[in-house]
């Protein structure tokens, strides 16, 4: 897509900053749905893509020797405040930032939309999110491969239909639902499952 994907990212920031900064510290330390990381662990995480230009992505992937989860770790303790406050002034200072690595740009939303959701489920908050900004987001990660973090194969075996929006993707078994929950699923988050009806949420399970 075009340049029109920033002020959709830079409005989704903007609200987790807002949210993150009701937080107390107790907040910080909850486990998110990214498995092994905290509330504060995605926060720097955040920080850290915002960061990330086209150069710097490979050379960092080279420097952790081609290992995406071992990138993303060394990024986040890179960019991991001593406290979360520290960590918070870091996020707002890269919000209205444009850099990316060599991805789609719409790939921006995925990531703020699902670690926005990864970071507020487990605290039981919940937004609104712009129905284009979600639609966008799961375009782009149905049309990714798995070994870049998509779901381009599991949309082969499972028909993914929105309730919310005019939406349907894939072929096969139908799984049906909200589309920020067909995002989630086809994200790896097995959480937004139980969102979901129809015979593909089998298919999206064993997927996962």
């Not at 520290?86 to 939303?109: G, H, I, K, M, N």
Request: net charge negative.
């Amino acid at each position: 897509m075009t340049q029109d994907v920033w002020p959709l990212v830079h409005a989704e920031r903007a609200a987790l900053i807002e949210d993150l900064a009701r937080l107390d510290d107790e907040g910080w330390q909850e486990e998110s749905l990214c498995a092994g990381w905290t509330v504060h662990d995605v926060a720097a995480h955040l920080v850290d893509t915002a960061l990330t230009t086209r150069i710097g992505f490979l050379v960092g992937l080279a420097r952790a020797r081609f290992d995406f989860d071992r990138q993303n770790a060394e990024g986040v303790a890179h960019r991991r405040g001593d406290d979360p406050q520290e960590t918070l002034r870091r996020l707002r200072q890269v919000a209205r930032r444009t850099s990316t690595p060599p991805a789609p740009l719409d790939s921006r939303l995925v990531e703020e939309v699902v670690h926005g959701e990864d970071i507020r489920r487990p605290l039981g908050l919940t937004r609104r999110y712009p129905t284009e900004a979600v639609t966008r987001a799961l375009l782009v990660q149905t049309r990714t491969s798995a070994s870049f973090g998509g779901a381009k194969e599991l949309v082969g075996r499972v028909r993914l239909t929105a309730t919310d929006t005019d939406l349907e993707l894939g072929a096969g078994p139908e799984a049906t639902g909200p589309a920020l929950s067909l995002l989630l699923a086809v994200s790896g988050r097995r959480v937004a499952l139980d969102d979901l009806s129809g015979p593909g949420v089998e298919t999206l399970a064993t997927g996962l």
